[in-house]
């Protein structure tokens, strides 16, 4: 079946850097468009970033604009959130989760989510 | 950017009870609208696609309508599984974006 498992969490201090992985499996990774979402304790979901299928596109949201960078290794089917400058506002679970595919449109919902990794930025 | 409303932010009914959860867009979204479940410590599972699909799997005492800027999720005879936060999702253009979640509780 299809699954996504995050890792690379942690505790960080403001001002560090950190990277998450999500390795997908049960599906054609290089296929479909990727997705980041966080959680802040007791908050709701906000999007974070979007990479397409090939890497070639990618879009942030405003409030991790110039910090964060999604990446993917098609080869590894597996995807990346690189998060520098981190902020205690960036304390969150983050989860990946799996887009449209390449014969679908880019704007698409959000049909697998991994179980989440936890980042907290505290000094 | 398009905001999303929820309505209410929590909701307390009981088994059996019909439950509606309004979504409202700031501007037009077509179609472009999910429903997610979320549980407590558990990821977001979803619904409901394109404003009115159901997804595989998913129950169908769940059901979505709407479209433009105003939608609705009906869980037509609440189970005790139910019990959950739900968030409404516009996937019309960047940035995808959320409602702030409606909490539905045991009465």
């Known amino acids: 079946q299809e699954q996504l498992v995050e890792s690379g969490g942690g505790v960080v201090q403001p001002g560090r850097s950190l990277r998450l992985s999500c390795s997908a499996s049960g599906f054609t990774f290089s296929s479909y468009v990727m997705h980041w979402v966080r959680q802040a304790p007791g908050k709701g979901l906000e999007w974070v970033a979007v990479?397409?299928?090939?890497?070639?596109?990618?879009y942030y949201a405003e409030s991790v604009k110039g910090r964060f960078t999604i990446s993917r290794d098609n080869s590894k089917n597996t995807l990346y959130l690189r998060m520098n400058s981190l902020r205690t506002e960036d304390t969150a679970v983050y989860y990946c989760a799996k887009g449209g595919s390449k014969e679908e449109h880019f704007y698409y919902y959000m049909d697998v989510w991994g179980k989440g990794t936890t980042v907290t930025v505290s000094s | 950017d398009i905001q999303m409303t929820q309505s209410p932010s929590t909701l307390s009914a009981s088994v059996g009870d019909r439950v509606t959860i309004t979504c409202r867009a700031s501007?037009?979204?077509?179609?472009?609208l999910a429903w997610y479940q979320q549980k407590p410590g558990k990821a977001p599972k979803l619904l409901i696609y394109?404003?009115?699909s159901l997804q595989s799997g998913v129950p169908s005492r769940f059901s979505g309508s709407g479209s433009g800027t105003e939608f609705t999720l009906t869980i037509s005879s609440l189970q005790p599984d139910d019990f959950a936060t739900y968030y409404c999702?516009?996937?019309?253009?960047?940035?995808?974006?959320f409602g702030q979640g409606t909490k539905v509780e045991i009465k």
């Open positions: 999702q516009r996937y019309n253009n960047y940035p995808w974006t």
């Open positions: 394109d404003a009115s």
């Open positions: 990479i397409s299928y090939d890497g070639n596109n990618k």
């Open positions: 501007q037009s979204v077509s179609s472009w």
